[in-house]
């Protein structure tokens, strides 16, 4: 009845304290300009189109957000309508609604369809089978990333359940206070239901030592593969709601949760 790895592979998960969703500000912002650029798009059918992506670039300074940099737009669009017209559009209702002005300065840079004409779309204009882009599903490039995508796995494959249970441990950690930053990896070996690592690191944010941080972890998480699937309930069909902007901060996914730690 034991439940064991699909395969053998190195996860992490990750969480900050730079917002209410415990995600990186990069993506984040990417996030909220996706689902307002969708959002605009169905008010503006006729002008706008369902293929578009988001990217911000923020810059720290000692570890501390400064500013944002850049920020990138790129949205399908009707033949009858000008590049023009579209950085208008998405700059003043997808753009300006989202972002907090007070990360934004006279440099700022803000690209809005940068290679120009983008009317062809979706799997007409591309198409593949390299898997999800797994940086734009997790932390945007902030935290470390496993070797798997996630998509099109059912929960026995560690690529997914396990990259969902660190950033489940990860998040609990901030979200006790017990570290600014975590990011918790955890390895499996194929056909072995216990991982065979497990690391935890604060980058020097944590109320504890690292190791301490770790003692605490495995007194209130357990990584054995059948529970994993047992206590994120993973075999439900919830995976849809994955399908675009990220798999990350948002609520209504159990790997979301935060419990009370004990220590």
Known sequence: DE???GDQGIMFGYACDENDEYMPLTIYYAHLLARQLSKVRRQHPDLLKPD????????YENDEIKRIDTIVVSTQHSKDITQKEIKEL???EV???CIDEK???ENTKYFINPSGSFVVGGSWGDSGTTGRKIVCDTYGGRGRIGGGCFSSKDPTKVDRSAAYYSRYVAKNIVANGLARRCEVEVAYAIGKAQPVSLCVDTFGTG???DEKLLEIVKKNFNFEVGNIISELDLRKPVYHKTSCYGHFGDPQFTWEKVKKLEY
């Open 3 to 5: 439940v064991c790895a």
């Open 52 to 59: 578009g992506k988001t990217q911000v670039s923020v810059e």
């Open 90 to 92: 998405i700059m003043n």
């Open 95 to 97: 753009i300006k609604p």
């Open 103 to 105: 990360y934004l300065d």
């Open 207 to 209: 109320k504890f030592d």
